[in-house]
Nanobody
Framework: QVQLAESGGGTVQAGGSLRLSCAVSGRTFSTYSMAWFRQAPGKEREFVAT????????SYADSVNGRFTISRDNGKNTVYLQMTSLKPENTSIYYC????????????????WGQGTQVTVSA
């Protein structure tokens, strides 16, 4: 069984930065594509970023492209999301997901999820 645990959320002022981490335990981390999604109150969960199993390929939602960076360390079984120039509309619960295949932007194609970490951006 794969278990995911996000950390690094918190409250930051607009324009600030945060780095989220997602530690993965269980089966071989490098066999999973990883992604970050987020869900704001009253809204559906939406795609943020994804990284391939090797870490060589990344993809971003248009709204975060150029401000957020996804990366992974297969030696540490961890995926990261570096967020810069944060905006109040980025306030959400951020979730990481794992998928034993190629990357996807669809949340229904991810098999494992963490419990989420709250990010709050104040104006």
């Amino acid at each position: 069984q794969v278990q995911l645990a996000e950390s690094g959320g918190g409250t930051v002022q607009a324009g600030g930065s945060l780095r989220l981490s997602c530690a993965v335990s269980g089966r071989t981390f490098s066999t999973y594509s990883m992604a970050w999604f987020r869900q704001a109150p009253g809204k559906e969960r939406e795609f943020v970023a994804t990284v391939s199993r090797s870490g060589s390929t990344t993809s971003y939602a248009d709204s975060v492209n150029g401000r957020f960076t996804i990366s992974r360390d297969n030696g540490k079984n961890t995926v990261y999301l570096q967020m810069t120039s944060l905006k109040p509309e980025n306030t959400s619960i951020y979730y990481c997901g794992a998928r034993p295949s190629t990357t996807s932007r669809r949340q229904d194609e991810y098999d494992y999820w963490g419990q989420g970490t709250q990010v709050t951006v104040s104006a």
